[in-house]
């Protein structure tokens, strides 16, 4: 199998995956339970989730770590683990993917802010990354993918942690807000020239974005960031903007919502492209069909 980069510059579109964590839920995880705590305790799960999206036509699937940082492990107790989870959910990945598939490490964010608004320094952040890094690498992972960014400075950290650590891929997927001037800013107003120029430079191989958008606000995105690097793109919207509806939180693009969104990012440039909250096996399958094998 060819090396991702490599294929990526041969001008193959990829196919991510969709959903971890609301495919866990329907399997039984309760609200408020550690997503990542079952890649312990209910494995089989966690790898059934992965491999349902390979049947259903994903070339790359990504761990259940997107938590898997000791700072948001310690909320469940279980920051001791990190090594643990984080290479147990590796090794589940690669299992359901086999050999002839990619597997993604999720690297979420920390949820804590880097000084001076907040406590945490570079070099602690740089260290929490890399904890999680290197037992995700040790499990087997082909790149990592830190996702759901929202501030530069703690994104930084993470390519750094990735760099200093491994020598895998590094993709960093942002989360961007369309403001009522109609510009596109994370929640602490990184917007996409300076996400291209930053991180660009910092040596993240692939960039993009994932979550907080359907696919039609997303495109606009894909749109406004492909001319602004030569680089690889990956975005994974959400399937449609969440409501709720009896007191639980859904996600309403249909199958065939989200292919038409995947041909539109494909058109629009994209390397790679998947789905985040609320996508599920079905929405992947009919993806596929305007995604090339």
């Known amino acids: 199998m060819l090396k991702l980069l490599q294929e990526l510059k041969t001008g193959k579109v990829l196919l991510s995956d969709g959903a971890m964590g609301t495919q866990l ?39 259940n770590t997107l938590g898997g940082t000791r700072i948001k492990l310690a909320h469940f107790g279980l920051a001791d683990q990190v090594a643990e989870i984080n ?11 086999g050999d002839d598939h990619y597997v ?17 320094t570079e070099r602690e952040m740089i260290e929490v990354f890399a904890e999680q890094m290197k037992a995700l690498a040790a499990g087997g992972v082909d790149a990592l993918c830190i996702e759901t960014q929202i501030a530069l400075d703690e994104a930084l950290a993470a390519v750094k942690a990735a760099k200093e650590n491994t020598d895998l891929p590094v993709v960093v997927t942002l989360t961007f807000d369309k403001t ?3 510009e596109f800013r994370t929640v ?18 692939v960039l993009g974005s994932n ?11 894909c749109r406004k960031l492909r001319p602004l690097t030569d680089l690889p793109l990956m ?6 903007l969440p409501v709720v509806e009896n007191g639980q939180t859904v996600f309403k693009a249909t199958p065939e919502e989200m292919a038409e969104g995947a041909a539109q990012f494909r058109a629009a440039g994209a390397n790679i492209i998947g789905g985040c909250c609320g996508t599920t096996p079905a929405h992947i399958a009919a993806m596929r069909k305007v995604i090339p094998a």
Not at 211 to 221: D, H, K, N, S, T
């Open 25 to 63: 839920h329907q399997r039984g995880l309760p609200v408020g339970t550690c997503p990542e705590s079952w890649n312990l305790f209910h494995p089989d799960d966690v790898q059934a989730v992965s491999a349902a999206y390979v049947a259903a036509g994903s070339d790359i699937v990504e761990t």
């Open 87 to 97: 290479r147990k959910s590796a090794q589940l990945a690669r299992r359901a993917a």
């Open 104 to 120: 993604f490490a999720s690297v979420g964010s920390t949820g804590e802010f880097m000084e001076p608004l907040g406590s945490r």
């Open 180 to 182: 009522a001037a109609g």
């Open 188 to 205: 602490m107003g990184v917007s996409p020239e300076q996400m291209v120029d930053k991180l660009a430079a910092a040596g993240a191989d």
């Open 211 to 221: 979550c907080g958008q359907g696919p039609a606000r997303m495109v606009e995105l």
């Open 235 to 240: 975005f994974q919207a959400n399937a449609g």
